[in-house]
T-cell receptor, first 110, second 111 residues
Framework: KQEVTQIPAALSVPEGENLVLNCSFTDSAIYNLQWFRQDPGKGLTSLLLIQSSQREQTSGRLNASLDKSSGRSTLYIAASQPGDSATYLCAALNDYKLSFGAGTTVTVRA | DGGITQSPKYLFRKEGQNVTLSCEQNLNHDAMYWYRQDPGQGLRLIYYSQIVNDFQKGDIAEGYSVSREKKESFPLTVTSAQKNPTAFYLC??????????FGDGTRLSIL
């Protein structure tokens, strides 16, 4: 059974600092790894998807890396802004099923 | 504008009552999913359906039931057998290995 872990559970940084969010998974036989953003009381918004054959994906200030052999993915957010405050979840896709981490709650202080 | 619509946004259940959460998508996706989210935990899979008239149990299916009579619709019933139903319920759909799309969720509470 796939187990996904996100550390730390919470993070508070001053505006402008770069963010580094970690995700680890136990079963490396994944199809892809996805990063989502969740605002309070809302559903999930997809940020980045990395296919198993890829090493990284970039979108604007966001960059996600994937190391299947070590079971790790990292989400980098450059030059953080107060609007980046949210919970970030990673999820690993095996066959039909996405397995989620518990998330990292980020607070960016103005 | 394509997306997933969940209703209602808030729902209250009395003891011994079954309640049904609605999920409708206009993305033409074959696969649909129901998740439960509790504070401080990741999403847990309740049921999923990869095609009309077919669905499978996820990790925490006990006390829940679903149907998939139409491609667009995947309602979830929380039965009286589910003893701890208070949670945030999220519906999602997916096309192949593309990103999953999520609805805005239904928050279920006990009266």
């Amino acid at each position: 059974k796939q187990e996904v872990t996100q550390i730390p559970a919470a993070l508070s940084v001053p505006e402008g600092e770069n963010l580094v969010l970690n995700c680890s998974f136990t079963d490396s036989a994944i199809y892809n790894l996805q990063w989502f953003r969740q605002d309070p009381g809302k559903g999930l918004t997809s940020l980045l998807l990395i296919q198993s054959s890829q090493r990284e994906q970039t979108s604007g200030r966001l960059n996600a890396s994937l190391d299947k052999s070590s079971g790790r993915s990292t989400l980098y957010i450059a030059a953080s802004q107060p609007g980046d405050s949210a919970t970030y979840l990673c999820a690993a896709l095996n066959d039909y099923k996405l397995s989620f981490g518990a998330g990292t709650t980020v607070t960016v202080r103005a | 504008d394509g997306g997933i619509t969940q209703s209602p946004k808030y729902l209250f259940r009395k003891e011994g009552q079954n309640v049904t959460l609605s999920c409708e998508q206009n993305l033409n996706h074959d696969a649909m999913y129901w998740y439960r989210q509790d504070p401080g935990q990741g999403l847990r899979l309740i049921y999923y359906s990869q095609i009309v008239n077919d669905f499978q149990k996820g990790d925490i299916a006990e006390g829940y039931s679903v149907s998939r009579e139409k491609k667009e619709s995947f309602p979830l019933t929380v039965t009286s057998a589910q003893k701890n139903p208070t949670a945030f319920y999220l519906c999602a759909s997916r096309d192949g290995d593309l990103p999953q799309h999520f609805g805005d969720g239904t928050r279920l509470s006990i009266l």
